[in-house]
């Protein structure tokens, strides 16, 4: 999840063609269930394969990992949040974010997300709580839909200031 967000977070920051003001830009990450797939992972490698967990396991399952990564990778130091609040974690960062901007902590915010859910556990708690779309169909908003249709990846994009943006053209 964290690589999703990561690089939907460059490919989106490369597409604006903004320059980072390190002490003016913030981050916002949403996720809703973060680490589960390594999580999962890590239990059966280290249940069935007797493995021992790896030193870097915590720093993979944080749900603020990519936005803390990206910072770093940026040397962004405004504003750093990770929203999750499940299925609305994506349009609850973007609300968070609009909010930072208007409140003036920030000119711009990188908002990204990330979700890994290829993952057994997930997909038999949502079969056995009959979540899941027995159709392979998603449809949200049709009165016909049947459940979720799970995948993974990540989405991203910046936001800033109308101020900062006719400033830069």
């Known amino acids: ?26 981050i916002v990450m949403g996720t809703a269930l973060a680490g589960l797939t390594c999580i999962g992972q890590t239990q059966e490698a280290a249940s069935l394969a007797h493995k021992p967990v790896g030193p870097r396991f915590m720093t993979k399952i944080m749900g603020n990992i990519a936005a803390a990564q990206f910072a770093i990778d940026h040397k962004i130091t405004g504003p750093s949040l990770t929203v999750s609040t499940a299925c609305s974690s994506g349009g609850d960062a973007i609300a968070t974010a609009a909010l930072l901007l208007q409140s003036g902590a920030a000119d711009a915010i990188v908002c990204m997300g990330g979700e890994s859910t290829v993952n057994p556990l997930f997909f ?5 709580a009959g979540a899941l ?35 830069r053209g």
Not at 1 to 26: C, K, N, V, W
Not at 124 to 128: P, T
Not at 138 to 161: M, N, Q, W, Y
């Open 1 to 26: 999840f964290g690589q999703y967000a990561f690089a939907a977070a460059q490919e989106a920051l490369d597409m604006s063609g903004m320059e980072i003001d390190p002490f003016r830009t913030g």
């Open 133 to 167: 779309s027995r159709s392979g169909r998603s449809a949200p908003f049709d009165a016909s839909r049947d459940g979720f249709v799970t995948g993974e990846g990540g989405g991203a994009l910046i936001l800033e200031t109308r101020a900062r943006a006719e400033a």
């Open 124 to 128: 038999q708690s949502l079969g056995r």
